[in-house]
């Protein structure tokens, strides 16, 4: 099991990318998500984004995305960039 | 077949996703210069996810890693030979054991992945050192494929301006493709930086094919064209490989040793060359033109 110990981010803003912050959570999963495509992709989005939580090991975490359209591939990357720099 | 190589940074999402669709033959993912030392650890991780999520339709892949001098190129190694891409580039390949060591660690990787194919290695020659060391850099490992010559690192190297005739790098770049050949592997050119200068690109192309090299990398979609173009054969060279292997197969069926095409005697070098050319010709959709 990870464990989120630190503040940390990965990605930018920029097209094709997603920011990611995470930080040391109280219980459970806490996921917020803005994205230019919420309305259409947002629900396949938070999927991708906890199946690699899950994959890491990681059970409690506040994680916060700012979507820029990033496919999944490169969701995946930033959210376990995110885990490897807060993490243990 | 690979003529051009596409150098892509490794940690520009934007790019990465969109390679497939820039016209080269292969992709390089960079994870050395284009990385800053803060985001290495991104980059790798992108790079990865991309190699193992994302339909590159087929397309060639290559992943520069980090030169061995520095505390990135182990885990690079481990993490890339994992998702299997064709190749990897080695940066600052001075010596062979540079080559060598880089190789032992692939194939603990390979073991530890259980990877079902072998990745080559493309040594990228861009010291002083490297280049006097060419031939046995070359022939240090039978993962190498190609040698590739990095102009920027070695003028700065051989205390010289980098000038866009490239007179420079002359030396290097015959010595590059004497080596390769010598050892039977793959050449290819340094890319010709200025993005803004088409012509220039074209002419350095031109300059490169003419010395022997197999492709050129290139550091924008925007000189593909040129070296896809400048590198493939044309269409009087495709007629006459023709030419070549009618003459070869008549001269046989009627039993004649030596033949001559254009009053000029076929030896086997041309042969080989014709038939170089038609195995190009037929990958790109080149036909014979109509008589």
């Given at each position: 099991m990870a464990e989120i110990v630190r503040k940390a981010a990965a990605g930018t803003l920029e097209s094709s990318d997603v920011y990611v912050e995470i930080a040391p959570g109280e219980a459970g999963i806490d996921l917020e998500l803005?994205?230019?495509?919420?309305?259409?992709?947002?629900?396949?989005?938070?999927?991708?984004?906890?199946?690699?939580?899950?994959?890491?090991?990681?059970?409690?975490?506040?994680i916060r995305l700012v979507d820029r359209g990033a496919l999944d591939c490169v969701i995946r990357a930033r959210v376990e960039t995110a885990i490897v720099r807060g993490g243990e | 077949m690979r003529r051009s190589m596409l150098f892509i940074p490794g940690n520009t999402p934007n790019l990465v996703v969109n390679s497939p669709y820039l016209g080269a033959d292969a992709i390089i993912f960079d994870l050395e210069d284009a990385v800053s030392p803060g985001e290495k650890d991104a980059a790798r991780i992108l790079v990865r996810n991309t190699l193992r999520y994302l339909d590159l339709g087929g397309q060639e892949t290559i992943v520069r890693i980090n030169a061995i001098d520095t505390d990135y190129w182990q885990k690079d190694v481990e993490e890339?030979?994992?998702?299997?891409?064709?190749?990897?580039?080695?940066?600052?390949?001075?010596?062979?054991?540079?080559?060598?060591?880089?190789?032992?660690?692939?194939t603990r990787a390979e073991e530890r992945a259980g990877a079902r194919r072998r990745i080559r290695l493309m040594p990228l020659i861009e010291t002083a050192l490297g280049v006097e060391n060419a031939y046995a850099?070359?022939?240090?490992?039978?993962?190498?494929?190609?040698?590739?010559?990095?102009?920027?690192?070695?003028?700065?190297?051989?205390?010289?301006?980098?000038?866009?005739?490239?007179?420079?790098?002359?030396?290097?770049?015959?010595?590059?493709?004497?080596?390769?050949?010598?050892?039977?592997?793959?050449?290819?050119?340094?890319?010709?930086?200025?993005?803004?200068?088409?012509?220039?690109?074209?002419?350095?192309?031109?300059?490169?094919?003419?010395?022997?090299?197999?492709?050129?990398?290139?550091?924008?979609?925007?000189?593909?064209?040129?070296?896809?173009?400048?590198?493939?054969?044309?269409?009087?060279?495709?007629?006459?490989?023709?030419?070549?292997?009618?003459?070869?197969?008549?001269?046989?069926?009627?039993?004649?040793?030596?033949?001559a095409l254009r009053g000029k005697m076929i030896d086997a070098p041309i042969v080989a060359r014709a038939r170089r050319t038609l195995e190009m010709a037929r990958e790109i959709g080149m036909e014979r033109s109509e008589a």
């Open positions: 803005e994205s230019v495509v919420k309305e259409q992709f947002g629900q396949a989005i938070e999927q991708v984004v906890r199946q690699v939580l899950q994959e890491q090991g990681v059970t409690c975490a506040r | 890339m030979v994992a998702q299997g891409p064709d190749l990897l580039m080695l940066p600052k390949s001075s010596r062979p054991e540079d080559v060598r060591t880089v190789d032992e660690a692939i850099v070359a022939t240090a490992s039978p993962r190498v494929a190609a040698l590739f010559l990095g102009a920027e690192d070695l003028t700065a190297d051989l205390r010289c301006q980098r000038t866009k005739e490239g007179r420079e790098i002359e030396y290097a770049r015959t010595r590059l493709v004497t080596a390769a050949r010598a050892a039977d592997i793959d050449v290819y050119d340094t890319p010709f930086t200025d993005v803004n200068d088409d012509e220039g690109a074209w002419r350095d192309v031109e300059t490169a094919r003419a010395l022997g090299f197999t492709g050129k990398a290139s550091i924008s979609p925007r000189h593909i064209q040129a070296i896809n173009t400048v590198f493939s054969p044309s269409q009087e060279e495709v007629d006459y490989a023709y030419e070549v292997m009618e003459a070869i197969r008549m001269a046989k069926e009627q039993g004649r040793g030596a033949i």
